[in-house]
């Protein structure tokens, strides 16, 4: 179902919000289907049916005009899904965006005639922050050796995953790099 339950005060157990709403529908469906097999009435069938419906629509959005709120049994409202969604505190807003990851940065963006349709134009001092990680390779050990020289690259992580910082060492090209190394690179 929606959440396993939990334990209230050391020793009664409660259901998730949306575990109630489920058994509902449950409930309500096995209704539906009693009448059906017995030959209900049309209109007994009917306030069932709209019960079904009800309890579909409040699992979805408990807050819809004109139609009153599914509650618990201490008349406190159930939660909806839509209500666990929006807002933020919701599962979007809340839990989803906004999350700290590598290789981003934040900035403001312009316009800039020069640039294809495809590209994006990126500050120099974010551009210089954000590395790109690259493993040597005999086809590009001497672009990379050369990407030192021109201080375009921050690290150097051997084989044995020891990181030489390039800001703090004093002669960065006289390093040798060998295949298998990665090195961090500027992007451009």
Same mark, same amino acid.
């Given at each position: 179902? $929606? ?14 919000? !949306?575990?109630?709403? !489920? ?8 209704? !539906? ?32 005009? $004109? ?8 008349? %406190? ?6 209500? %666990? ?8 807003? +809340?839990?989803?965006? $906004? ?5 981003? +940065? %934040? ?36 672009? !990379? ?17 020891? %990181? ?25």
């Amino acid at each position: 179902c $929606g959440r396993p339950s939990v334990l209230v005060f050391g020793t009664a157990r409660s259901q998730d919000n !949306l575990t109630y709403n !489920l058994a509902n529908i449950l409930k309500a469906n096995k209704t !539906l289907r009693e009448d059906e097999q017995r030959g209900a009435a049309s209109h007994i069938f009917d306030e069932h049916l709209q019960y079904l419906q009800y309890h579909c629509a409040t699992l979805i959005d408990n807050d819809m005009p $004109g139609m009153p709120q599914s509650c618990h049994k201490s008349e %406190r409202p159930l939660k909806s899904i839509k209500a %666990r969604l929006k807002g933020k505190e919701g599962r979007i807003r +809340g839990n989803l965006m $906004g999350k700290r990851v590598d290789f981003s +940065g %934040r900035t403001l963006i312009t316009p800039d005639p020069n640039l294809a349709i495809d590209q994006v134009g990126v500050p120099r001092s974010i551009a210089q922050n954000l590395t790109i990680p690259e493993i040597v390779t005999p086809f590009n050990i001497e672009w !990379l050796h050369e990407s030192i020289r021109l201080n375009a690259a921050r690290y150097i992580i051997s084989d044995t995953g020891d %990181r030489i910082d390039l800001r703090f060492h004093p002669k960065p090209s006289d390093l040798h790099l060998q295949c298998g190394y990665i090195v961090e690179r500027h992007d451009g």
